[in-house]
């Protein structure tokens, strides 16, 4: 069961990361930075939460559900980044 819970929440995850990078990819001036950050700001809360874990003595990628949410944090961490780079990019050319 936690393992199909992870899986969902993994998928629902990067349909997010997907969604968030199409609608912003072509214009990220258009979006204020706060909306563009909420993935890496999302990703920030996740790595706490596995830093607590680890604190607490589980390995980070112990189990599937584990590695299924370092990974999701990564790609969030990765996605809002991307935008924001992309954003100040344009900006300064």
Known sequence: MRLFA????????FGVCA???RTFWRNP????????A??????????????????????PVGTW???LNLLLTVSLLLTGT????????????
């Open 29 to 36: 001036a258009g979006a204020p930075r706060a909306v563009l």
């Open 19 to 21: 969604v968030w990078l």
């Open 6 to 13: 992870a899986l969902l929440i993994w998928s629902i995850g």
């Open 38 to 59: 909420a993935p890496a700001l999302i990703s920030t809360a996740m790595i706490l939460a596995i830093v607590a874990a680890v604190l607490d003595g589980a390995s």
């Open 82 to 93: 991307a935008l924001l780079v992309r954003r100040s990019r344009l900006q300064s050319a």
């Open 65 to 67: 559900v584990r590695a």
